[in-house]
């Protein structure tokens, strides 16, 4: 799909987030940014119809291992996954894999929590070099430095107020920016919380 916002000008493979049981659980328990999520509160309401699309690419991608025909070919020379939703299995996560394998010319950015999805998968499969993971901090103003395992930064949320010289991703565009999505930029990302594409500020 072509994304609108920061994300204008890049293009997403996403699923369907109200349909995800991981999402569901963290959208409604705990302090986390989960509880503030746009895609709950955009698929439910304004972008409704958006979710018989996504539940297609949710139920492709996790029920079974994508044949070399069915993989995508992508023309971006970088590609986000997960605008919407959350790893489902294992399989979702290796279909992705082939993915950026199918597309060597291509950085694929894979947004997620599911550090125990990606651990599981990368201690018996090799890593796809053009694959970058993104660990998303559930956590806000609890700023982590150092990425987990096998993922390459981290994208923290925090308050306007805190820490606003650590702030690097300050409402540019993500194309005009591209610290998430090339290699050798940064391992820590940091973002004042947003609603509805708005940063909320203290009152």
């Given at each position: 799909?072509?994304?609108?916002?920061?994300?204008?000008?890049l293009?997403?493979?996403s699923t369907n987030?109200?349909?995800?049981s991981?999402?569901?659980?963290?959208?409604?328990?705990?302090?986390?940014?989960c509880?503030?999520?746009?895609?709950?509160?955009m698929?439910?309401?304004?972008?409704?119809?958006m979710?018989?699309?996504?539940?297609r690419?949710?139920?492709?991608?996790?029920?079974r291992?994508?044949?070399?025909?069915?993989?995508?070919?992508?023309?971006?020379?970088?590609f986000?996954?997960n605008?919407h939703?959350?790893?489902?299995?294992?399989?979702?996560?290796?279909n992705?894999c082939r993915?950026?394998?199918h597309n060597?010319?291509?950085?694929?950015?894979v947004?997620t929590?599911r550090?125990?999805?990606?651990?599981?998968m990368f201690?018996?499969?090799?890593?796809?070099?053009?694959?970058?993971l993104?660990?998303?901090n559930?956590?806000?103003d609890?700023?982590?430095?150092?990425?987990?395992?096998h993922?390459?930064?981290?994208?923290n949320?925090?308050?306007?107020?805190?820490?606003?010289?650590?702030?690097?991703?300050t409402?540019?565009?993500?194309?005009?920016?591209l610290l998430?999505?090339?290699?050798?930029?940064?391992?820590?990302?940091?973002?004042?919380?947003k609603?509805?594409g708005?940063t909320?500020?203290?009152?």
């Amino acid at each position: 799909s072509k994304m609108t916002g920061k994300l204008d000008g890049l293009r997403a493979i996403s699923t369907n987030t109200v349909t995800n049981s991981f999402c569901q659980k963290m959208n409604t328990s705990g302090d986390t940014i989960c509880r503030q999520c746009y895609s709950h509160g955009m698929l439910k309401s304004y972008r409704k119809n958006m979710q018989p699309s996504l539940q297609r690419n949710s139920d492709l991608l996790s029920s079974r291992v994508l044949e070399q025909s069915e993989l995508p070919t992508i023309l971006d020379a970088f590609f986000r996954i997960n605008a919407h939703g959350e790893l489902i299995n294992a399989t979702h996560l290796e279909n992705i894999c082939r993915i950026a394998e199918h597309n060597p010319h291509c950085n694929v950015a894979v947004w997620t929590k599911r550090k125990d999805i990606v651990g599981r998968m990368f201690a018996k499969r090799a890593k796809p070099s053009n694959l970058i993971l993104i660990w998303s901090n559930p956590k806000i103003d609890a700023v982590v430095y150092n990425p987990p395992k096998h993922f390459d930064r981290v994208f923290n949320n925090v308050s306007y107020e805190h820490k606003p010289d650590e702030q690097n991703c300050t409402g540019q565009k993500c194309r005009d920016c591209l610290l998430c999505y090339k290699q050798d930029t940064t391992r820590v990302i940091v973002e004042a919380v947003k609603l509805n594409g708005r940063t909320i500020k203290a009152t």
